[in-house]
Structures are given as C-alpha cells and as structure tokens.
C-alpha cells in the first residue's frame, strides 16, 4: 500500500508539473502571437487602402508655388512668356480668376496658372497674293510688345487694316527680339519676348506681319563692335556716330 500510495503521489505530481510547464509554454507562444500578429492586418489595411484620386488640373494649367509672399501681378508677369495670353493684365485677370479671386499668395500657397502653352510655339508663314493690297500700321519694337500696341493692333483690325509692320532691329543697334550673337547688344528684357507668339497673334486677327530690320546703319556696332571703320568720303571715319554696313 505505502508503495502504490507513493506511485500515485509521484504520478499526480507529475501531471500538475506539465500542467504548469505546458500552461507556461502556451502563454509565452500567446504573447509572442500578440506582438507580431498587428503587422499584419497594418500591411493589409495599407494594402487595402483605396489610393487617394490624383487631382486632374484643366488643361494649360499648372500648379505653382514660390518661397515667398507674392501678387498676381508678378505671377501674371513671370509666366507671361510661357502663356497664351497676350498682355499682362489680361492674364493677371485670368490668375485670380483661377484661384477664387485671390490677387495676393502666402508663402509656399499654391497657385494655379492658367493658359500656359507647350514652347517653343512653331507659326508658319502665311501666303501673301501677288495682287493683294498692303494696308498695315507701322509700331516700333517697344510699341509692338507693349499693351498699348497690342490694343493698337486690334483697333487696326478693326479699321480695316491687314498687316502691321514692326521693328526687329532698329538703326540704333535695338534688338527687339531674342537673340544669340557676338554682335547683339546684351540685354535680359526685349520688347518683344516671344516672337512666334507674336506671329501668331497676328495670324489670328487674319493679318500680315511684316518684320523691318535695319540693315545699313548700326550705332551699337559703330560705337561698340565693329573692328575696322567703315568705307567713307569722310577723312576721319572713326570719329563717325554711326556705322554703315
């Protein structure tokens, strides 16, 4: 009896023993479970998240921001060039237009630019009949450019006129229009910025552009540029204002 007492003491003691290590076992595995198993519904939420729709802007229109506080005038007059439109204050209506109204920005706020157009813009040239009659208007390269000789253009039409004649170059050495050459005057503002632009503007008044550029006479050249006086009856050619070409 002592000896069966004894076996079903050691027997009951053993099973409690893997009770415990097995109780502890499966605890230990739970915890283990808890710290690894929230990457997982995270990677698939992530993965089931439906991506945000990107926002489509309208057409020739591109979103803009600048480090510092800003007016639409300035953002009108930046991007003049790369636009559609033809003076400054008919865009700088358009950029607030664009943006509910606002004429002034915060730093880092978005702007939206409308009517920005892909450069450099191709216009071709335009037949003219040989038996066709040249009513045109003569601007110098700085009124061509300007508001005042873009409103002047379109009161030309509107009077009947068919083309306009404008300066490139003038006789003093003025280049009023972009221009890469040793001999051209540096300069960062032309009158006429856009040349193709301009053409086209034009065109779409269903008129002629005839370009006049100076060829004989070139005061920047006579002053700055030139290396050997010109040819002249006078004796003393250096000292001329002026250079022929």
Excluded: C
Excluded at 81 to 93: C, G, H, N, P, R
Excluded at 132 to 155: D, F, K, N, P, Q
């Amino acid at each position: 009896m002592p000896a069966l007492k004894s076996r079903v003491i050691l027997s009951a003691a053993a099973i409690i023993a893997f009770l415990i290590f097995g109780s502890l076992i499966f605890s230990r595995h739970s915890q283990l479970a808890s710290q690894t198993t929230p990457a997982v519904p995270a990677a698939q939420a992530a993965a089931a998240q439906v991506a945000a729709p990107v926002r489509v802007l309208p057409p020739g229109t591109i979103s803009h921001t600048q480090k510092t506080p800003t007016t639409a005038l300035v953002v009108a007059r930046h991007f003049i060039d790369q636009s559609s439109y033809m003076t400054v204050a008919e865009f700088e209506k358009a950029v607030r237009e664009a943006n509910a109204g606002a004429s002034s920005f915060k730093k880092d706020q978005e702007i939206l630019v409308p009517g920005i157009e892909p450069q450099p813009i191709v216009e071709k040239m335009r037949a003219f009949p040989k038996d066709g009659e040249v009513r045109a208007v003569y601007l110098t390269g700085t009124m061509a450019g300007s508001w005042r000789g873009i409103e002047l253009i379109r009161r030309w039409k509107a009077a009947g006129g068919n083309a306009v004649v404008f300066d490139i170059k003038d006789s003093d050495g003025t280049i009023n229009v972009p221009f890469e050459s040793p001999l051209a005057p540096q300069r960062r503002y032309h009158a006429i910025s856009n040349l193709p632009k301009f053409i086209r503007f034009l065109h779409s008044l269903d008129m002629h552009s005839i370009a006049r550029v100076a060829l004989f006479r070139d005061d920047n050249i006579a002053n700055a540029k030139i290396s050997a006086p010109p040819t002249s009856d006078v004796t003393e050619p250096s000292r001329l204002p002026i250079a022929y070409l």
